[in-house]
């Protein structure tokens, strides 16, 4: 089974940076998209940026400050957050929309346990 396990989230102050990673673990073949969303108290979960093979989307809130890679020998996910703002504070969450794996088997829509971004002086 496929688990995606996230890390780099932290405290950072207004002007920061941060870089979050997302690693996928399991006998994978290969995956489609990769995203991250992210979810403040009180508020539904949003779209970050999403990357698929040759393209990139970003939400309008994070572009110019925010850029989405991947890196498929690693099966890993990267977000790095450049100019941080209060507002940025949220949990923030990797998600696969599909994975094959060698086994010939399909999964879809699969999360991350979520990793905290606090943006405060």
């Known amino acids: 089974q496929v688990q995606l396990v996230e890390s780099g989230g932290g405290l950072v102050q207004p002007g920061g940076s941060l870089r979050l990673s997302c690693a996928a673990s399991g006998t994978i073949f290969s995956i489609r998209a990769m995203g991250w969303y992210r979810q403040a108290p009180g508020k539904q979960r949003e779209l970050v940026a999403v990357i698929t093979s040759g393209t990139t989307n970003y939400a309008d809130s994070v572009k110019g400050r925010f850029t989405i890679s991947r890196d498929n020998t690693k099966n890993t996910v990267y977000l790095q957050m450049n100019s941080l703002k209060p507002e940025d504070t949220a949990v923030y969450y990797c998600?696969?929309?599909?994975?094959?794996?060698?086994?010939?088997?399909?999964?879809?829509?699969?999360w991350g346990q979520g990793t905290q971004v606090t943006v405060s002086s």
């Open positions: 998600n696969v929309d599909r994975i094959s794996t060698y086994g010939g088997r399909y999964e879809y829509d699969l």
